[in-house]
């Protein structure tokens, strides 16, 4: 199974809501990652864990919370978003690299997130 | 920032034609891949190429790697309208224990039937 999958497909919320979108992957991957991609734009990375620890933390505004509660499992927990935080938010999961070695990143389809 | 810039942004060729796409980076890598997206979904991998080698092929594809120019190519030959997607190049700067991708602007690739 090479497989990430996404959920919700897409989610519309307020400012004032809280939501979680939440990435699953069984390909025994121990690296995890969340991006966030603005219209005709690249994928901006945000978070990554390693072996369910975060490793990397983009300088995220703390509105977004991520979580890694096992290796299969990553979530993004919102909370009091803005408007412009409106994207598509990608999971993706790799093997954790090895002194520089080249790895590719699977991804999911993504969470089409909608702030009103 | 981001660190590859792409070239062209948008390209648009008649089926069979060949596509080529251009990426530049600024720091040294440990290796350069690169990815497909359909429009509005997740991205693809496509070939990975190391900072050791110079050219690659997988199929259709054929990926080359200048580090002294710190540039990279993809060719797409005999393209499809299938092929129509956005591509994106992707380093992994070397940056002590972190790992991370940085993509590239991207082209918009569009196959005319």
């Known amino acids: 199974d090479t497989e990430v999958t996404q959920t919700p497909k897409h989610l519309v919320m307020g400012m004032t809501n809280k939501k979680s979108l939440k990435c699953e992957q069984h390909?025994?991957?121990?690296?995890m990652y969340w991006y966030k991609q603005k219209a005709k734009k690249p994928p901006e990375l945000m978070f990554v864990?390693?072996?369910?620890?975060?490793?990397i933390n983009e300088s995220v505004p703390s509105r977004f919370s991520p979580e890694c509660p096992n290796s299969s499992l990553l979530n993004l927990h919102l909370h009091a978003l803005q408007p412009e935080d409106s994207a598509l938010y990608l999971c993706?999961?790799?093997?954790?690299?090895?002194?520089?070695?080249?790895?590719?990143?699977?991804f999911g389809p993504g969470t089409r997130l909608t702030v009103t | 920032s981001q660190q590859g810039e792409e070239d062209p942004q948008a390209l648009s060729i008649q089926e069979g034609e060949n596509a080529t796409m251009n990426c530049s980076y600024k720091?040294?890598?440990?290796?350069l891949q690169w990815y497909r997206q359909n429009s509005g979904r997740g991205l693809v991998h496509l070939i990975l190429?190391?900072?050791?080698?110079r050219e690659k092929h997988s199929g259709r594809l054929r990926v080359t790697l200048d580090t002294s120019k710190k540039s990279s190519s993809l060719l797409i030959t005999a393209s499809r309208a299938a092929d129509t997607a956005s591509y994106f190049c992707?380093?992994?700067?070397?940056?002590?224990?972190?790992?991370?991708?940085?993509f590239g602007q991207g082209t918009r690739l569009t196959i005319n039937p």
């Open positions: 864990y390693s072996y369910e620890k975060l490793s």
């Open positions: 993706a999961s790799s093997p954790v690299p090895m002194a520089g070695g080249p790895y590719e990143q699977y």
């Open positions: 720091t040294s890598i440990n290796n």
């Open positions: 992707a380093t992994d700067p070397i940056i002590q224990g972190a790992q991370k991708l940085v």
């Open positions: 390909m025994g991957h121990r690296a």
């Open positions: 190429i190391r900072s050791n080698e």
